[in-house]
């Protein structure tokens, strides 16, 4: 009857252990399927559609693998805790600097080219006032050049009427000289008698008597007083007189009269041609010269495009980056196949926790009044800390530092372009309120300046009054609000992500060893078998490294106290070294031969008493296997030790 009842009992523990089992295998391969599913679709960027195909192919097989696998339960749990360490918390980075590349760093290159616009349109604008001031810097001369313009248009239609009517004056007058040059001719002819080569005509009428006096003198000789009667022809010569008059009035005519004649009109032809010389020279000179070899349109979007160019090279960094920190996530899961297969191994792997077994080990040690190691010493309790324990020990509070200082290089990195992408975004909103405020400013009241009358001289002024007002018509084009920037605003929610993950970061490093000490606890819960002989293993190692000179050398004179055997000195060097790998790798991690999981004492081949389980790992020295009184304490099973050695057991009793 008793043993139907513990078969039963035995049965429905198996069954709810399976059935534990079974629960645990589901909730880790649901969580494995979202993860997977997180990290192909925000990670890698795969389309929802190929993402929910693979991850409910590769999540089913998880399930199925994580409910009826405990090895495959266990690095499943193990990749928790792993999440906490420098390498979970490395891929988590990793992620958040890519939600920045993809966030705010996009956001402010988005900015800075909107920005770029703005300035292009501005400067474009800029260049359009700048030709319209140049216009109408020109405008006054222009009006006044056309004013003159006009000005001797009309003065010479006034000149020309002139002309016509001077030169009608002036047929007129050539028609009077042409008459006066024929009675000039006239008196010419006239004045030819009066030839001053033979003389007046008087005078050769006296000449020719004269003549005729002396001839006749010379013919009559004596009688020459006959020839005076000649003197009386003299008054005949008297009557052409008034021809002499007539030639001194010729003289007077020709040297006073047409000489002033002729020279006021030539003063009068000389006074009408400068009248009509006419010379008006405009001279005006301006410059403003500007070298460019291409609108700022072309530039702005040759800078939009090198920056891209530039940007390119990064984004394709940053997506290959993010590629490769998705393998993060695998390099989490090898590291957690790769701490259990330690675990599993190596006694000296992750091992300076005191367990429960570490406790029931020393206090079974006690109750048989050996050496025990509790409690610590100080410099052991910098060394060795309890798995339950708060406080931290020296290599865990290293750990922390390390992490710490990557950790807040790399916020400052993640902060420093969350800053500039607000700070660029809050500048270029800023300078869009102002530019729209200043658009709704109005102009004040213009002064202008009104020309009544017509005629030359009024146009003129008009035109010059005209050209110094002001350019209220180009007001449009300076208007800062068609120029106003219009940033792209920044994504909120992203930045709480990426806050939020890196207080998650930062939370991780300060629960990093206490997370990190789960991992023993889980692989105490699967592999119990393991977990005591790493805490033998770790009880020896305390009681080695205890070991001095002075003790040795009592123990050797019998003045030792308790039932503790001889320790060699090998093993002793080579617990007081393990600290370092490259002793660990010549000396070893341990000095071979077996240990008590009782009481972790080493104990020789022959006086092991193994447990007869299959896959048990129970080994006990004798004075233990008394005590247990022939149950093993990891298994629950008994054990039989008529193939040990032929020693009695009740000698040790």
Not at 70 to 88: A, D, E, H, N, Y
Not at 481 to 503: G, H
Not at 595 to 624: D, H, M, Q, T
């Amino acid at each position: 009857m008793s043993h139907r009842n513990s078969s039963q009992t035995t049965r429905r523990s198996k069954l709810r252990r399976k059935t534990r089992k079974f629960a645990i295998g589901l909730a880790l391969g649901l969580f494995k399927t979202a993860t997977l599913y997180i990290l192909l679709r925000h990670q890698l960027g795969i389309s929802r559609k190929t993402t929910c195909i693979a991850a409910a192919i590769l999540g089913t097989l998880f399930t199925i693998q994580s409910c009826w696998s405990s090895s495959f339960q266990c690095v499943t749990l193990l990749m928790v805790p792993q999440i906490l360490s420098k390498r979970g918390r490395a891929t988590t980075i990793a992620y958040v600097f890519v939600l920045a590349m993809n966030g705010p760093a996009r956001n402010t290159i988005a900015n800075v080219d909107r920005l770029g616009r703005a300035l292009s349109c501005s400067q474009d604008r800029l260049k359009s006032a700048m030709h319209d001031a140049l216009q109408a810097v020109k405008v006054p001369f222009l009006a006044m050049k056309k004013a003159i313009g006009v000005i001797l248009s009309e003065v010479e239609k006034a000149f020309m009427k002139i002309q016509r009517i001077l030169i009608q004056i002036m047929r007129l007058v050539k028609r009077i000289l042409s008459s006066i040059k024929r009675g000039f001719n006239w008196l010419g002819n006239i004045a030819a008698v009066c030839n001053q080569k033979n003389g007046t005509p008087f005078d050769q009428c006296i000449r020719s008597l004269e003549s005729a006096v002396e001839d006749c003198k010379q013919k009559l000789g004596v009688v020459d007083f006959m020839c005076e009667v000649t003197h009386v022809a003299k008054v005949v010569c008297y009557s052409v007189k008034v021809v002499d008059y007539m030639c001194e009035l010729i003289d007077f005519v020709s040297d006073q009269i047409v000489e002033t004649i002729e020279k006021k009109l030539q003063e009068f032809i000389h006074n009408i041609q400068v009248m009509f010389r006419v010379k008006v020279d405009f001279d005006h000179s301006f410059e403003f010269q500007t070298n460019f070899s291409r609108n700022y349109t072309d530039i702005v979007s040759a800078i939009t495009q090198e920056i891209n160019h530039r940007s390119r090279y990064l984004f394709t960094l940053f997506n290959v980056f993010t590629i490769v920190s998705s393998f993060c996530f695998i390099c989490v899961v090898i590291r957690s196949v790769r701490y259990k297969m330690k675990y599993l191994t190596k006694d000296s792997f992750d091992n300076f926790y005191i367990s429960r077994d570490f406790i029931a080990i020393d206090e079974h040690r006690r109750s048989m009044n050996r050496d025990t190691v509790l409690p610590l010493t100080r410099k052991e309790r910098n060394r060795y800390i309890h798995l339950t324990s708060m406080s931290l020990i020296r290599k865990e509070k290293l750990r922390i530092a390390r992490s710490a200082v990557f950790l807040f290089i790399s916020s400052i990195h993640i902060l420093g372009l969350m800053a500039a992408d607000y700070c660029l975004y809050w500048l270029l909103a800023l300078i869009r309120h102002v530019f729209l405020r200043q658009a709704d400013i109005e102009r004040p009241p213009m002064v202008t300046l009104e020309v009544s009358g017509s005629g030359i001289i009024a146009d003129m002024y008009r035109g010059i009054v005209g050209a110094f007002e002001p350019m209220v018509k180009h007001a449009d084009i300076l208007d800062p609000a068609r120029c106003a920037p219009d940033p792209k605003t920044p994504d909120f929610i992203r930045y709480l992500q990426i806050s939020l993950l890196l207080l998650f970061c930062w939370m991780c490093i300060v629960l990093e060893p206490y997370g990190l000490r789960i991992r023993q606890i889980i692989m105490r819960a699967y592999y119990p078998d393991r977990a005591k002989e790493r805490a033998t293993w770790l009880y020896n190692d305390v009681l080695l490294k205890r070991e001095s000179f002075v003790k040795i050398l009592r123990r050797q004179l019998g003045l030792g106290s308790g039932d503790s055997k001889p320790r060699k000195l090998m093993d002793i060097f080579r617990a007081k070294t393990n600290l370092f790998w490259i002793c660990r790798k010549i000396l070893g991690s341990n000095g071979g031969g077996k240990k008590c999981i009782f009481c972790s004492e080493r104990i020789a081949e022959n006086e092991a008493v193994s447990c007869l389980r299959p896959g048990c790992v129970g080994v006990y020295c004798y004075e233990c296997f008394v005590e247990i009184q022939n149950l093993c304490t990891i298994c629950s099973e008994p054990m039989d030790s008529s193939d040990q050695s032929d020693i009695s057991i009740e000698r040790f009793e």
